[in-house]
């Protein structure tokens, strides 16, 4: 089998979705630091505003105070990550939709913000959702694309777990 046959075969037939989460990510970075005020919230819905912030830390800003160990722990965290799902996703078969798309998801995300980490030190961050004075902490596309496949990814840990018991 050649090596464009066993890649469509693969679970990396899929990195196509990781690509994409990349690309929109980063033009969506773009858009907000050529449009945005830092710390400046632009309204957008009644729970919803754009607001340009620089995390250096990590999710909910964890280590943000910390001296600047901490990207280079992060970023090489998110490479060495991003390494083992290729892995991971060369495995499985292409007809693992499901696990596919999940892992490109977080491939994507996690690459995105790396890609933030190594080119500033640090993550822009502008989506910030609240119910009136109630803020949740800001995050961006990239951060999204990591929960959803992360949730997708224990949703078939679960199920196949629940087929093995029946």
């Known amino acids: 089998m050649t ?6 075969a693969s679970g990396l037939a899929w990195l196509w979705i990781a690509i994409l989460v990349i690309v929109i990510d980063r033009y969506s970075k773009i858009w ?4 945005l005020t830092f710390q400046e919230p ?3 819905l009644p729970f919803l505003n754009l607001t340009l912030a ?6 909910f800003s964890f280590l943000h105070t910390a001296s600047g160990w901490q990207n280079w ?3 090489g965290l998110a490479i060495i990550i991003s390494v083992l799902m290729v892995f991971w996703l060369a495995k499985l078969s292409a007809r693992a939709c499901w696990m ?3 892992l490109s998801l977080v491939l994507g995300g996690a690459l995105g913000n790396a890609w933030d980490r190594i080119l500033y030190g640090y993550v822009i961050d ?8 109630w803020y949740f902490a800001i995050f961006n596309l990239a951060d999204s694309a990591i929960c959803v496949g992360a949730v997708m990814i224990c949703l078939q840990w679960t199920w196949s777990g629940k087929a093995k018991t029946n």
């Open 126 to 133: 502008f989506l910030s959702f609240h119910l009136g004075n």
């Open 73 to 75: 722990l992060l970023g």
């Open 32 to 35: 907000v630091i050529d449009h």
């Open 100 to 102: 596919s798309i999940a």
């Open 54 to 59: 620089l995390n250096t830390g990590a999710a």
């Open 3 to 8: 090596i464009l046959k066993k890649f469509y």
């Open 42 to 44: 632009l309204r957008i």
